[in-house]
């Protein structure tokens, strides 16, 4: 099946969905499985659920959700490094270019 991507206003408006619902249907949304005796002949739709739970799994647990379509699976150490630069933990500001520069060496 080939996949589509979701564009960025898909993308906000699902996580805005997500962000709204209470708890327990988003919990129950990240858990849902579809039913193995019908065939969705609907590739769209099939990526929208997709996205869809991966961002219920991630409102629940960011370590539960895998990669989106279009995002790389990374290793434990590298969500680590961008949990940190969310909540500004090792942010270095530079009063002037020269000061950047000589720390890095340059």
Known sequence: MSHT???PALDRFLESVV???PREAVEA??????PFDEHVDDAV???V???FQAKAKA???ESLAGPLPDEPDFNEETKQVLRDAREGKGLVRYD???DLFA???M
């Open 5 to 7: 991507h979701a564009s």
């Open 19 to 21: 962000r709204q619902l």
């Open 29 to 34: 949304m990240a858990d849902l499985r579809p």
């Open 45 to 47: 739709a099939d990526e």
């Open 49 to 51: 659920i997709h996205l």
């Open 59 to 61: 409102a629940i647990d």
């Open 96 to 98: 002037n270019w020269d």
């Open 103 to 105: 720390d890095l060496g």
